[in-house]
């Protein structure tokens, strides 16, 4: 933990110095606090998670999905073309904006792109399996 509160002090001394030591509450400090770290989780689950029941056949596989999400869900968990997940882990150089453009190019390849229900439809699924495992076992 000494690192990360010496870290922490050397960023409160750099507020406090430059724009004053209210902005480090109002600017790190309270959006830490907010909703996004739930928002991050959410999103980081959908994207990177594996299906229920899936047994990684071999150590160093990963992976990633994107999501079908609604306008409401892309707005406030995936804006920034975040819900092209899949894309971005395939062709990491590629700018936001042109992965929409890489997932037509994917599929007209013939590269299949995973597609999960959107975020919270994706949460609502796996809670539905993972309970349906836990009950059938």
């Known amino acids: 933990m000494v690192p990360i509160a010496a870290a922490q002090a050397l960023l409160f001394g750099y507020y406090w110095r430059v724009i004053g030591p209210a902005y480090y509450f109002f600017f790190y400090f309270l959006p830490l606090a907010t909703l996004y770290q739930a928002q991050v989780r959410l999103r980081s689950a959908s994207e990177h998670s594996f299906k229920t029941g899936y047994n990684v056949p071999s150590r160093g596989r990963w992976l990633s999905q994107s999501a079908n999400a609604n306008f409401l869900e892309w707005l406030i968990i995936g804006p920034l073309c975040s819900n092209y997940?899949?894309?971005?882990?395939?062709?990491?150089?590629?700018?936001?904006?042109?992965?929409?453009?890489?997932?037509?190019i994917l599929e007209r390849k013939g590269i299949q792109v995973p597609l999960g229900t959107g975020y919270i439809g994706y949460l609502a699924q796996r809670w539905r399996e993972e309970r349906e495992l836990a009950l059938a076992a």
Not at 88 to 102: D, G, S, T
């Open 85 to 104: 997940h899949f894309k971005h882990h395939q062709l990491p150089i590629a700018p936001y904006y042109n992965l929409p453009v890489v997932r037509d």
